[in-house]
């Protein structure tokens, strides 16, 4: 991967970790579980219910999406082989990279 790929690479996946960060405590305030004391109804407590599971969803996403995009922006820092394909040596194009962080193959090692 050349010098300018690697430094957008990381550009892109710093300021994606900066969203993350911002993104994953709220999505915790969601899952805080509603004090009974709080006169919602029945029919908006099974909302709430729902809800939560799509937000818990959603934070182990983002979680592990943060974690990926840490990992591969040290590795864009310290390891020279950074963004090639581990098979065929070729650079993963950016795109893929961005979408897959943890991808360690091109497209087509990866079929
Ligand atoms: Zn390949």
Redesign the pocket.
Known sequence: MDKHTRKEFKARALNEIENLRQEIPRLKEQLKPVAPDNAIGRLSRMDTIVNQSVVEVQLGKARTRLLRLEEAVRRAEDDPDFGL?E??G?PIPLARLMAMPETA??V??AE
């Open positions: 394909c098979d065929c070729e193959l091109c087509h090692c």
